[in-house]
């Protein structure tokens, strides 16, 4: 299975993280194409604006192919 790099960017906070829950969303992280990668990047990004990162709420889940 391909290999995605999972990130979240927020614009307010000018700035794009990863691996901040490497419990649920490690990255890099396999997936069988590149929908259900966008989709837990998706999912990734709806985390991280829960966990009220940064304090901006923002953030806008990205999946890249390694």
Known sequence: MPQY??????AKANTTVSNTNTKRFPSPAEFPDQTAADANAAKYAKDVNF???LGVWDW???ATKV
Not at 5 to 10: D, E, G
């Open 60 to 62: 806008v889940g990205k």
């Open 5 to 10: 790099t999972i990130t979240a960017t927020s």
């Open 51 to 53: 966990d009220d990162h």
